[in-house]
């Protein structure tokens, strides 16, 4: 069963940093573009970034231009995104997510159970 | 950026009622359009994917329709299981974006 494991979520102060990870299993993670959603507590779902299956290719949300950086390590299954100059709003469930394309539409399946970030003094 | 509008933002229904839940997006999106159901405290689940395409062992009971700038996901029966929120998601260019969301209750 393909399988996606989030970590290193937690408190962090205004302005700090946090380094998230995504553990791939069960599927050829190389192969596949990758993506960060994450969604504030009580609200809804925002696409935050997300990765070209060789890394080559990245992109973001504006919130996060310049404070975020979505990358892979693809001998390690791994998907990471550095999070610097937290702000309050930045408080939410991460999820790391595989995409599909089918040509007329992209899609996330499966979603990882997420990783809480809490920003807070 | 394009916006995504899901109506309503929250239904009550019940146990064998047929519902529709509508997104309507702010530029043409041709079918890059996909509908998720999540449950609280879990991930998003897909359902339909391409505007009207159903997703691998997901019930019959969910369809989905539209292209262009209006989209609706129909349930035509519901289950107690269904009694979830559901999201549009849109991919026809940078950044995806999501509607609002709309809340099924009971």
């Known amino acids: 069963e393909v399988h996606l494991v989030e970590s290193g979520g937690g408190l962090v102060q205004p302005g700090g940093s946090l380094r998230l990870s995504c553990a791939a299993s069960?599927?050829?993670?190389?192969?596949?573009?990758m993506s960060w959603v994450r969604q504030a507590p009580g609200k809804g779902l925002e696409w935050v970034a997300n990765i070209k299956y060789d890394g080559s290719e990245k992109n973001y949300v504006d919130s996060v231009k310049g404070r975020f950086i979505i990358s892979r390590d693809n001998a390690k299954n791994s998907l990471f995104l550095q999070m610097n100059s937290l702000r309050a709003e930045d408080a939410a469930v991460y999820y790391c997510?595989?995409?599909?394309?089918?040509?007329?539409?992209?899609?996330?399946?499966?979603w990882g159970q997420g990783t809480l970030v809490t920003v807070s003094s | 950026d394009i916006h995504l509008t899901q109506s309503p933002s929250s239904l009550s229904a019940s146990i064998g009622d047929r519902v529709t839940i509508t997104c309507r997006a702010s530029h043409t999106i041709n079918t890059h359009l996909t509908w998720y159901q999540q449950n609280p405290g879990k991930a998003p689940k897909v359902l339909i994917y391409?505007?009207?395409t159903l997703q691998s062992g997901v019930p019959s009971r969910f369809s989905g329709s539209g292209s262009g700038t209006e989209f609706t996901l129909t349930i035509s029966s519901l289950q107690p299981e269904d009694f979830a929120t559901y999201y549009c998601?849109?991919?026809?260019?940078?950044?995806?974006?999501f509607g609002q969301g709309t809340r099924l209750e009971i």
């Open positions: 997510a595989r995409e599909w394309s089918s040509g007329w539409s992209n899609w996330f399946d499966p």
């Open positions: 069960e599927f050829s993670f190389s192969y596949y573009w």
């Open positions: 998601q849109h991919s026809y260019n940078i950044p995806i974006t």
């Open positions: 391409a505007a009207s």
